[in-house]
């Protein structure tokens, strides 16, 4: 009984202290990490689980992403001249639908497994800093975590708020864009900037790396849903 409380308590003071230093200091926090100063902090693997346990369990319970219809409009139907083409839009429908519900359900997770992707560009854009690819990974993993549980509590409520309405958009590039701005601010001392011209370097790759990963998913988005035949469809739509 007391080892099982000196647990219980040593790890909540733990990841208090993580929770603290993520929110006013990320750079010295993840440094600190990744240079093996990690004693008086929650261990990151188990806060990273505690996070995605936490992140979703709130959008399973509030629902803040918009449910996708699969029926396709019928005034486009009414459009389309020939079978061929009306079957190839009712099939660009389900398929679309399909992969934002996918999307939408696995979005915690997918800003995790882009953590790799966004390591990968820092590390190509900073290497002569002195930082290794695992090295940034683990810090970027670490800020993803902390920021995806603070999405789940300030914007997941607004976004089910305002579900199916125009502002769900601008609400989500906001939150976005703002995730930038903390990457930027946990990542300059990990390499080592003191300026804000650094700062602004790092947001810029940042910038960078999202608008490649963001053409690469509009490609496989294409690639999928239109299977070769979206000229004939988009001319209706």
């Known amino acids: 009984i007391r080892d099982f409380l000196q ?6 003071k733990g990841i208090l202290n993580l929770l603290k230093g993520l929110a006013t200091r990320p750079g010295h926090v993840v440094t600190e990490f990744v240079e093996g100063k990690r004693r008086k902090y929650f261990n990151p693997f188990s806060f990273l689980a ?7 369990l709130m959008n399973s319970w509030i629902k803040p992403y918009e449910a996708v219809s699969s029926e396709p409009k019928q005034y486009v139907l009414e459009r389309i001249p020939d079978e061929k083409t ?3 839009y009712q099939l660009t429908v389900k398929r679309g639908a399909e992969l ?3 999307f939408n359900r696995n979005m915690n997770f997918g800003t995790l497994i882009t953590a790799p992707f ?3 560009f820092l590390w190509l854009f900073f290497k002569r800093r002195g930082r290794n690819f695992a090295e940034i990974a683990v810090a970027f993993i670490l800020l993803t975590a902390f920021i995806s549980a603070i999405n789940s509590i300030l914007v997941s409520p607004w976004l089910a708020l305002f579900r199916g309405k125009d502002i769900h958009g601008y609400l989500s590039m ?3 864009s703002l995730e930038s701005f903390y990457y930027a601010w946990g990542l300059k001392k990990i390499f080592g900037y003191k300026t804000s011209g650094g700062y602004f370097r790092i947001l810029s790759v940042l910038w960078l790396a999202g608008l490649a990963g963001w053409v ?3 490609v496989f988005y294409y690639i999928y849903v239109y299977h ?3 000229s004939a469809v988009f001319q209706y739509l």
């Open 86 to 88: 009306k079957n190839l």
């Open 7 to 12: 647990f219980i308590f040593h790890a909540e």
């Open 50 to 56: 505690v996070c995605v346990a936490f992140m979703v």
């Open 100 to 102: 934002q519900g996918f």
């Open 228 to 230: 070769g035949g979206g």
């Open 174 to 176: 906001a939150a976005i």
């Open 216 to 218: 690469l998913i509009l």
């Open 118 to 120: 966004f390591a990968f």
